[in-house]
């Protein structure tokens, strides 16, 4: 059977474990279904997720000239403090930015290669560790806006990685650790305008990927050098499509390309 669509990140849904899908304009893809099957992923075109023209992908699914346009990929989304929708001042689309930016927002540890911290609106937690592979999250603070949660974040990152390695996460080279320790030695760097959302109570959150077998040597697959690729499903973990022959295939760093996924 052989699907077409153009690639966006796989919706997920947290469960034991996390249940991935790849989501076509008029189809869908449980992708947990498709353990230990034989997939081929084709490259046909590039479309880009804003103007839907068949130009080159630049960054996070758009062609060159819509990256440096829409307001979904201004350089707040990679750097939350760059923010300003709370003082009314626009970026890029004043309406956009105060829809996104002013909602709100935690600050987070997530251990998917070691510690590290990170941002993302509430209606994100736990979607956005998934995407990120992690197999333990903690909330640190609860803040109303981007901007609180994007200062909190330079704060943090003297003591503590805001990257993650993804072929550490990948070949699950992991330790746990105790993120409620964590959360408590770096209370005391949380920014004086952030204090007062810090959350105490809650416990860590654990993540279980459907993964049969882990890379030892994770090669990634580039579509634009190997156009067409063909190996059996071994797991899936973060945004990763994950291979018997060590290859993984990123799905969220190939949004705006349509590809046909061929199951034998």
């Not at 070691?114 to 995407?131: A, E, L, M, N």
């Not at 063909?230 to 291979?243: A, D, E, N, R, T």
Request: a negative charge; hydrophobic letters at 35%; glycine letters at 4%.
């Amino acid at each position: 059977m052989t699907y077409q669509g153009v690639l966006t990140k796989m919706e997920t849904e947290y469960a034991a474990p996390i249940q991935y899908y790849l989501v076509f304009e008029s189809d869908f893809i449980n992708m947990n279904q498709l353990l230990e099957k034989t997939i081929s992923i084709e490259f046909v075109r590039y479309q880009c997720l804003n103007c839907g023209l068949d130009k080159p992908i630049y960054r996070q699914g758009f062609c060159k000239s819509c990256f440096f346009d829409v307001p979904q990929a201004a350089d707040w989304i990679m750097r939350p403090e760059l923010s300003t929708a709370h003082l009314g001042k626009e970026d890029r689309d004043l309406e956009y930015e105060k829809k996104m930016q002013l909602q709100p927002h935690i600050v987070y540890l997530a251990n998917s290669s070691s510690v590290k911290v990170g941002v993302t609106r509430k209606s994100q937690v736990p979607t956005r560790w998934i995407d990120q592979g992690a197999h333990e999250a903690i909330e640190i603070v609860e803040v109303p806006n981007r901007y609180l949660a994007g200062i909190t974040e330079v704060a943090l990152k003297d003591y503590v990685s805001d990257k993650t390695n993804w072929r550490t996460m990948l070949k699950n080279d992991i330790e746990d650790e105790n993120l409620v320790e964590w959360r408590e030695r770096l209370k005391q760097y949380i920014p004086d305008e952030a204090k007062e959302y810090f959350i105490e109570s809650n416990s860590e959150t654990n993540l279980e990927y459907p993964v049969h077998q882990y890379p030892l040597k994770p090669k990634s697959l580039n579509l634009g050098k190997t156009p067409s690729y063909q190996g059996v499903l071994k797991g899936i973990k973060g945004q990763y499509l994950i291979f018997e022959d060590q290859t993984v295939f990123n799905v969220r760093s190939n949004e705006g390309l349509v590809v046909n996924i061929t199951i034998q």
